[in-house]
């Protein structure tokens, strides 16, 4: 009776149970408005549950809306309920399956392989159980206290750099740290000046904010200087100076100093992305561009790369005369990060036990770019050439008289390789065709010599030609 079937074994009680039967019949139209439900001791005995039962399901649609109750009057379902049901079903034609690929060289993905779970374990339960009972509060938009302290002594200890645990605010990723950077400053249409190409997730944080763009190529040594221009109306000059994405290079001093001086005459900010660069195999960490020019510089940094991507855990040096409007967006944004991945973060750098995994890291992965390199001497012959430093988690390689587009990444896709041409990442098109990204981080030596054949197969079988 009433459409109503009750499942006992269901955890869901009873009551709640006959309350959405009869509210779902309400919604699509199968009660009618003014229909008289039965009295609680009827449905009661229909169902074979206590009239206890029936009175908390009708409390609840009393309580919200969908019936009237009158004392002395049948309850009787309420006026414009009834929603109609829309044809067809929901798709999620967006969502991509998890894949596995046969060769798979995608870009900035760390080797989780190689990471101290059990460390960070340790960590996460020592300072869940030191952390004070403050800190499960809202403690402000800047980020724990030791967080700061600690990431201000590591980028003096790697790169040499002086920041002020004052002027260190903890975000929640390079991503989210641009989102915040376009919402300060890219008001009334000011413009974004990019380096071309680029990282498309970074381009597209400022296209969604609406913040129009202007390409500046780069070549081998970064972002080319001499075509900057502002008429007036940039506010920001994007740069990954430190090892470029994704052709791999390292701004040359000379251009560093050019980029300041058009900073400073433009009254423009620029955002400086330390992109992958804890991983350099040859020399030191090169200097952040941020040290020449504290107050025109936004210094951008993550530990998806140097620890694993789901962390969400990055850092912007922010130069005082923005912070307090910082502040503001961050609090009216989403507050702060949890303090619980902060205080073990933290306390994984004042240990030095983060020191000694990227060390461990740096020598693993430049193994992997020599087997890398090695593969491809062996394979490809002399007809290919590296671009970029030595550096990151992926290698530039361009294959002159080869033309790689987003055709050739589709049937790559579905010969079961997973590979970007650098004409991906492309505002200006048709300049990098014959460039490849390889992403070797991730993979262990055999698998970058089997996977660079299967590569060379599919390449001399298919969809490189001439150009």
Known sequence: MWGIELNRRSELPLWRQIYQSLRDRTINGKLKAGEALPSTRELAKELNVSRNSVCQAYDMLVAEGFVIS??????????????????????????????????????GRPDLRQFPRFLWQQMLHKTSGEIQLERYGYTGPQGLPELRKEISSWLFRNRGLTADPQDVFITAGATHALHLIADLLCVEGRKVLMEDPCHTGMLRTFHNKGCPIIPIPVDEQGLQTEYLTSEGTACIVYVTPSHQFPLGGILPASRRASL????????????????????????????????????????????????????????????????????????????????????ALAELLRTRKFDRYIQKMRRIYGERRRVLLESLNQTFGSGWCAYGDAAGLHLTVKFPGMRFDDAFRKNCLESGISITPVEHHCIQKERHLNKLLIGYGHLEPEEIRNSIRLLYNFINSSYAVTG
């Open 70 to 107: 009158r004392q002395g009057a049948p309850t009787r379902v309420a006026e414009g309920l009834c929603v109609e049901r829309l044809s067809g079903s929901v798709t999620y034609e967006n969502i991509e399956p998890v894949r596995t690929f046969a060769a798979d060289f995608r870009t």
């Open 260 to 343: 300041i001086r058009f900073a400073r005459e433009n009254e423009v900010y620029i955002v400086e992305d330390g992109y992958d660069s804890e991983f350099r195999y040859c020399g030191e960490p090169i200097m952040p561009l941020h040290s020449m020019d504290p107050q025109r510089v936004i210094y951008v940094g993550t530990f998806s790369k140097a620890l694993f991507p789901a962390l969400r855990i990055g850092y912007v040096i922010l130069p005082r005369q923005l912070q307090k409007q910082w502040r503001d967006l961050r609090t009216y944004a989403d507050v702060q990060n949890p303090p619980f991945e902060q205080a």
